[in-house]
Structures are given as structure tokens and as C-alpha cells.
């Protein structure tokens, strides 16, 4: 489930980056469209490689057809782009093409190629051709999605002046037998290897500590086994690691030593799913260019550390789904994620104390508070927060009176779930609230015992949920 999610997603958001850079190179061509003229022998190449697919998305018809002008230059088919001076083929983008077939070797023919994206295709299990090693020109190659299965080749060693690697969401069921290949890819900004079976490469971390020029890691779902403590300090590693994602794999609380080295450089941190237990680290305190945090799912237990509130520029923290404890409002206190913190989620913890004091956090969309031990009423305040479009308060302890005043600036509230805690609802009768829901979840919130008739306004609930409200009007009336 998890697996195909993930690996959907990332197809998608390829594609969308693929559209935006078909539709920037096509213009680029169209201007310059008279200065290029296709060498022959990649033609040819180009030629033989279509005849090996099944260009079953119709990405290929341009290829070879057309007027006698646009047959000859291949510069003019769809996903070649040619170097304007030379004529010589610089990016090949198959990406998304649907295609399926074998990859002709005459590919090595394109000796310039800096970019080759064959993501989205389908190789049908079989192995990434070792012959990609000889196109060592590669500045880019994205493979994501593309059905290939068997071994990674080490000819790939060649590949130096490789920056974005992606190799993600294929086929590589066996076990990757190592990754002796990669520390040779010194120029790797970027490496992608989602869902590749890497349980045997026991030194992956010390494959990837020598990648000095890295900047983003994803290595999702990819049974990683645990670090060797000696690599978990850093010598020669990169110094500049922005992106780290881990998300599903069996990484235990160690790996934190191993990101205390990039305390300055991490932007972007997935743990999710992963075997981390015991106490939140103080070094994310330390951490000052995080974004974007997520360890939920995992068995973190104890406190909210103080040093969170150290953070500045958050603007997604997901910690849900764990065994957090103590008073929640230690998040909240002295944060200076203030103007940036855009999704918190909480939910399915232990945690406690009143509900948050939130009113400064004016650029919070979502919010999940969601199955915890949260007590009292909710403060007024939350009607400022004039950004929120969902709101899950639903499974605490939480009581007392919800009036308009809860919501005077949400008019934005799309998602509002108030459900499972002993909460009355008492609005005016004539109240207009300032929101279009699409889901509204009140179940045991008091609110009788006629039908509640601000429900009327709301135009596009798609769920509603109304039970054990005290309502014992009757007949039900016909507006509702
Ligand atoms: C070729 O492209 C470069 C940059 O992409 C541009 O600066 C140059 O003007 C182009 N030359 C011609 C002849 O179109
Ligand atoms: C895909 O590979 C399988 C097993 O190797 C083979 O039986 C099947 O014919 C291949 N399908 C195509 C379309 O080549
Ligand atoms: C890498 O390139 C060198 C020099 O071109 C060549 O001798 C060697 O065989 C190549 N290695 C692989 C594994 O392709
Ligand atoms: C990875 O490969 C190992 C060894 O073949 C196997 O035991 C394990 O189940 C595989 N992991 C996944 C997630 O498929
Ligand atoms: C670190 O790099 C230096 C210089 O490149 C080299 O001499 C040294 O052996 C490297 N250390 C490790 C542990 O790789
Ligand atoms: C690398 O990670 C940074 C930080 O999250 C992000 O801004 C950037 O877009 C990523 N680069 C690529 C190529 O995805
Ligand atoms: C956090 O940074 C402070 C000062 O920059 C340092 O004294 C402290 O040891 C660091 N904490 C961790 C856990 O790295
Ligand atoms: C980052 O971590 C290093 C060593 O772990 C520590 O010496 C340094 O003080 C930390 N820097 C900050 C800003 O926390
Ligand atoms: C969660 O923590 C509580 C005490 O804080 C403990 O009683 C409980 O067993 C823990 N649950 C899990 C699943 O670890």
C-alpha cells in the first residue's frame, strides 16, 4: 500500500515537472528553430531507438515523419533537444511516454547526452542497460518508474560528472548486492533510490558519507539496515546535506547522530515509519534551516523538547502517530515558528494540558490535535487564524462552550472535525458562518435540541456527522 502510494506520487509529481520542462524547452526550440540542424548518425540512432519501443503514450509519432524538413532534423521531434550551434542531441526527455519495449544500444551513438529521462516507461523487469555507463557526458538521468529489475550495473561508475541520479520505484526485487558503484559519482547532488531492496548493503551510509558534493537523499522504503557506528561521524562527507528522507525503513534513534553533522545545512527531514524510539533529540533545537520535519509513526516517547521552539523556519512538523507525552503547550511556548508553521500534526499521542494558546500562529492551514489527552475548553482565539482550512480536535477531553466567536475569521475552514470530546455548541439562530465546510464532524458535541440552522448555509458538505447531539426535534425538518 505504502509503497505503490509513495511511488505514484513521485510519478506525478515527475510528470508535472516533466509538462513544465517540455513546454520551456519546446519554446526555447521553436525560437531558435532555423539554427539547428539533426548529425545524421543520431537521426539514425534516434531511429533505431524508436523502432525498439512501443510508443504506446504517442510520444514518438514526430520521430522520423512529418514534412520533409521536420523528417530529416531531429532537433524538431518531441523530447530532443539539440545543442543550437552543433546540431548535436544535449537532452532526450522520454519521461512520462508510456512506452514500453527495450532500449536500443545505438543509444550510445548520443555521446553529447547531458540529460536522459526514462521515467514513467516500462522496461518489463529487465536490466538497465550497462551501455548507459558509456555516456559519461550525463549531467541528469531519471530512471524513476521505469520497470527495471535485475542488478544496478557498476558500469554507472563511470558516470562522474552525474549530478541528479534517480533510480527510484523500479523493479530491483533482489537485493541490491552492493553499492561499490556510487562513491565514483562524486559530482551527485541529487540520489533517488525509493524502494530499492538495499537490506544487504550493510556500509550504505558509508557509500553515501562519500558523496561530497550531495544535497538530497531519498532513500524510501528500502529495508536499510542499521548504520555501522563508525560512520555515523562524518570525515569527508558532504557538508551541505539539505534533504533527508528515510521515510520506511528500520532506522533506529542512532541515525541522529549521524544528522547532527548537518545541523546547519537540513532543510528537509523524513523519518517517518521507521523503528525510532525513545526521547525526542535536543539537536533538532539545533537544526536552524528546518522546514519541514516529520517523525510520525515511529515509538518516540516523553516530552516535547523545549529546543523545538527553537526552530524558525518551520512550516511542517508531523509527530503524530507516537508516544508523546507531557503538556502540549510546551510547543507552543517562546516557538518562534510563529509566521511560518503552515501544517502541525499531533495527533494520536499522549499528550496533555489545556488546549494551546495558538493566536500567534497566524500562517497555520492545518491543524491536527487530534487523539490525545487535551483538556478545558478551547480559547476564542483561534477564530484570528484566518489561514485555517482544517481543523481535527476530535478524541480529547476537551469541554465547555463553542460559540461564533471560534470561528469569526475562518473563512477559509474547509475540514472541521470537533467530535468524540464534550463540547456544546451554541451558535445564534441566526448565525451565517463565514465558511463553505466539505466535512463537518460534530458526533457527542451538544447542540439541541432543535436542528442546528446554520447547516442550511453550508452548500458543499460532502460528510456530516451529527450523532449523540441532543436533538430531539421532530419531524426532521425538511431544509435539512
Ligand atoms: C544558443 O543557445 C545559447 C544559450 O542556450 C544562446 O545564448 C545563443 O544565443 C544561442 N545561439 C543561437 C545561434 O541561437
Ligand atoms: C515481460 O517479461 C516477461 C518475463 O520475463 C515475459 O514473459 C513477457 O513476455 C515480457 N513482456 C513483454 C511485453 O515483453
Ligand atoms: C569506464 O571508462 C573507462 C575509460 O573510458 C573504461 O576503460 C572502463 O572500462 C569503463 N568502466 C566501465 C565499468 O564501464
Ligand atoms: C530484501 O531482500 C531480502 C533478501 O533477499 C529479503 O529478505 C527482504 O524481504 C527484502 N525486503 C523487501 C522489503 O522486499
Ligand atoms: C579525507 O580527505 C582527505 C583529502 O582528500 C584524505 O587524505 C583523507 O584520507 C580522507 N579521509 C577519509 C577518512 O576518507
Ligand atoms: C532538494 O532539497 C531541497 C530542500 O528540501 C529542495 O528545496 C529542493 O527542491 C530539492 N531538490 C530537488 C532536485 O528535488
Ligand atoms: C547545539 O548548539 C549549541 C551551540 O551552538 C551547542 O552548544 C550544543 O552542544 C548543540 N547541541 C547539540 C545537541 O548538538
Ligand atoms: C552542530 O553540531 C556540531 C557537532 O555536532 C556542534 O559542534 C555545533 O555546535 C552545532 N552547531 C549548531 C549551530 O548547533
Ligand atoms: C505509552 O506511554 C505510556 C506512559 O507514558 C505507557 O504506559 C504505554 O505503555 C506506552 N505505550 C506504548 C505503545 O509504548
Not at 508523546?324 to 509566521?339: P, R
Request: proline content about 4%; charged content about 15%.
Amino acid at each position: 500500500m505504502e509503497y505503490s502510494g509513495r511511488c505514484l506520487k513521485h510519478a506525478y509529481a515527475l510528470s508535472i515537472v516533466v509538462l513544465v520542462h517540455i513546454s520551456a524547452s519546446l519554446s526555447l526550440f521553436h525560437h531558435h528553430a532555423d539554427a539547428t540542424r539533426c548529425v545524421e548518425r543520431e537521426g539514425e540512432a534516434l531511429l533505431a531507438i524508436k523502432q525498439d519501443l512501443v510508443d504506446k503514450g504517442d510520444r514518438l509519432s514526430s520521430w522520423g515523419s512529418g514534412s520533409e524538413a521536420q523528417k530529416q532534423d531531429c532537433c524538431r521531434w518531441e523530447g530532443v533537444y539539440c545543442d543550437n550551434q552543433t546540431g548535436l542531441v544535449l537532452q532526450l526527455d522520454l519521461g512520462s511516454a508510456y512506452s514500453s519495449g527495450k532500449i536500443s544500444p545505438k543509444l550510445i551513438e548520443l555521446h553529447h547526452l547531458t540529460y536522459l529521462d526514462l521515467s514513467g516507461n516500462d522496461f518489463n523487469g529487465s536490466q538497465i542497460p550497462p551501455f548507459i555507463g558509456s555516456l559519461t557526458n550525463l549531467r541528469y538521468l531519471d530512471l524513476n518508474s521505469a520497470g527495471f529489475g535485475g542488478q544496478i550495473p557498476y558500469q554507472l561508475v563511470n558516470l562522474t560528472h552525474l549530478q541528479h541520479l534517480d533510480l527510484g520505484c523500479n523493479d530491483f526485487f533482489v537485493y541490491v548486492e552492493n553499492l561499490n558503484w556510487l562513491p565514483h559519482l562524486s559530482s551527485l547532488k541529487y540520489l533517488d533510490m525509493t524502494a530499492t531492496n538495499l537490506s544487504n548493503v550493510f556500509d550504505w551510509l558509508e557509500k553515501v558519507n562519500k558523496l561530497t558534493n550531495l544535497r538530497n537523499l531519498t532513500l524510501e522504503l528500502c529495508d536499510l539496515p542499521p548504520p555501522f557506528l563508525s560512520t555515523l561521524s562524518h570525515i569527508n562527507s558532504s557538508k551541505s546535506l539539505a534533504s533527508v528522507d528515510l521515510y520506511g525503513n528500520n532506522v533506529i534513534s542512532s541515525i541522529f547522530k549521524w544528522l547532527c553533522n548537518y545541523n546547519t545545512t537540513l532543510v528537509h527531514l523524513d523519518l517517518s515509519s521507521s523503528k525510532l524510539s525513545g526521547l525526542l533529540p535536543d539537536v533538532f533545537g539545533n537544526m536552524s534551516s528546518l522546514g519541514y520535519l516529520s517523525l510520525s509513526d515511529n515509538q518516540l516517547e516523553g516530552g516535547i523538547p523545549d529546543s523545538f521552539a527553537k526552530l524558525c523556519g518551520l512550516q511542517y512538523l508531523v509527530i503524530s502517530f507516537n508516544n508523546l507525552s507531557g503538556y502540549i503547550s510546551n510547543l507552543f511556548e517562546s516557538s518562534c515558528a510563529q509566521n511560518s508553521l503552515e501544517f502541525l500534526d499531533v495527533g494520536f499521542n499522549q499528550l496533555a494540558g489545556p488546549f494551546p494558546d495558538l493566536t500567534k500562529f497566524l500562517a497555520l492551514k492545518t491543524l491536527y490535535l487530534n487523539t490525545n489527552q487535551l483538556s478545558g475548553t478551547i480559547p476564542e482565539g483561534i477564530g484570528q487564524l484566518s489561514k485555517l482550512e482544517e481543523i481535527y480536535v476530535d478524541n480529547n477531553h476537551l469541554e465547555g462552550v463553542i460559540s461564533e466567536t471560534h470561528f469569526s475569521q475562518l473563512s477559509k475552514l474547509k475540514y472541521l472535525d470537533l467530535s468524540s470530546n464534550s463540547l456544546v455548541l451554541d451558535f445564534h439562530p441566526e448565525w451565517v458562518p463565514p465558511f463553505q465546510l466539505d466535512h463537518l464532524y460534530l458526533g457527542s458535541c451538544k447542540m439541541g435540541p432543535l436542528f442546528p440552522k446554520w447547516l442550511q448555509t453550508q452548500k458543499n458538505l460532502d460528510f456530516l456527522s451529527i450523532s449523540d447531539a441532543g436533538i430531539s426535534e421532530s419531524p426532521i425538518p425538511s431544509w435539512f
